[in-house]
């Protein structure tokens, strides 16, 4: 059992973080307080590759894998949360749903552009009364001749509306099977498309710049051949491609988490109260050195799970564990993070602030806290 990165990983880890030091902090907080989405930062990102390392290069990647992807993730993420999970839609939810179920001419089409970073993909499951319930699906796609027709509305869809946004792939109710229940498929629709628009952005109490929104399909006809992979699938599809997705979440969660801890640290040392820095008194250095164990944890799982994917091995389990370890310490951490800032920790002009923020929907994007346990137990 070998813990060290490979020089390839380092090397990745290096460049990633050099990149989100040189164009992402500098308007971090900026990107934030206007609740802009980052174009600029996402065209350095796709001109260094970083937007398909999770696909081989016959489809536009480097074929980097799993855990690059993931060290890709917690360096963005620890100056800036929504630009990680505008990548983590991008990548392991759109473009994988792609790679894994999509004909070869679809990802000709649609996964090669997304891998390269020149569009975005967005992916289309909750609903306004289907979130975890992902059985819940009310939006239906009738065949009529070779197109499908398309009517619903799906809520809380990153990456749909952007000027660079390409297409979604939704799951919508396509018949019924032979045992009465719902056959729900997965179907690719292109930005453009007569009969789906969005709403404006959501206000969120967090991730301020991800482009979140709203979607409606009214008579939307895209031809029969947008269907991904097997009709009547979309639901073990849907589960198959979060697998990937929660992997980078955890990642994700481990970037905040550790950027609450370095500022956390960083602040307990200059700040001097009763003579002396903070940082001098057990009741400090005891929440910080929470922080620390718990982040080490939160990411060797993640890098664990991102490992058995890459090795071919089971890792479902396992992503949910470091999905739902991760984001809860996230949590965590950023609660500490503020308390130990006291009045300066609720000034939003102190990054622990929008890390605060970000952090709680952490424990609820790709799969709730409560939802991860439940799969988790399945396995005991």
């Known amino acids: 059992m070998d813990f060290n990165l490979s020089e390839q990983h380092l090397a990745i880890r290096a460049l990633a973080r050099e990149f989100a030091q040189r164009e992402i902090v500098p308007i971090a907080q900026e990107l934030d307080e206007r609740e802009e989405f980052p174009y600029q930062v996402i065209r350095g990102m796709a001109d260094l590759g970083l937007m398909g390392l999770l696909f081989p290069e016959e489809y536009g990647g480097s074929g980097a894998g799993t855990l690059a992807h993931a060290i890709v993730e917690e360096e963005l993420a620890r100056v800036s949360c929504a630009i990680a999970l505008t990548l983590v839609v991008n990548a392991s939810l759109a473009g994988n749903c792609l790679y894994l179920f999509a004909n070869e001419e679809r990802k000709q089409q649609w996964l090669v552009p997304t ?14 009364g289907a979130g975890s319930d ?14 499908w027709v398309i009517n619903g509305t799906k809520a809380f869809i990153t990456n749909a509306g952007t000027d660079i946004s390409g ?10 099977r032979a045992d009465g229940r719902k056959e729900i498929s997965i179907i690719l629709v292109p930005n453009g498309t007569k009969g789906y628009t969005w709403s404006s952005c959501y206000r969120k109490l967090g991730w301020h710049g991800l482009d979140t929104r709203e ?63 903070i940082f001098h008194f057990q009741a400090i250095q005891f929440k910080l050195v929470d922080m620390a164990v718990n982040i080490e944890l939160a990411r060797l799982m993640t890098y664990k799970a991102a490992v058995l994917k890459d090795e071919g091995k089971s890792f479902v389990k396992e992503a949910s564990m470091a999905k739902l370890f991760a984001s809860e310490i996230a949590v965590r951490a950023a609660e500490d993070g503020v308390q130990i800032h006291g009045g300066y920790g609720c000034v939003e002009d102190f990054p622990v602030a929008r890390l605060y923020r970000d952090a709680k929907i952490l424990t609820i994007g790709e799969g709730t806290s409560e939802i991860q346990r439940l799969r988790i137990a399945r396995y005991l």
């Open 115 to 128: 891998a390269q970073g020149k569009i975005l993909g967005a992916f289309g499951l909750t609903e306004p």
């Open 134 to 147: 992902a059985g819940a699906t009310a939006t239906t796609a009738t065949l009529d001749s070779d197109e």
């Open 167 to 176: 297409y979604v792939v939704v799951t919508a109710i396509t018949g019924k």
């Open 215 to 277: 979607l409606s399909f009214a008579d939307c006809r895209v031809p029969k051949e947008n269907l991904v992979g097997e009709r009547g699938a979309g639901l073990k599809q849907a589960v198959a491609t979060a697998g990937e997705a929660r992997i980078a979440f955890a990642a994700t969660s481990v970037g905040v988490a550790q950027s609450c801890f370095d500022l956390s640290l960083s602040y307990a040392q200059e700040r001097v109260q009763f003579g002396e820095p």
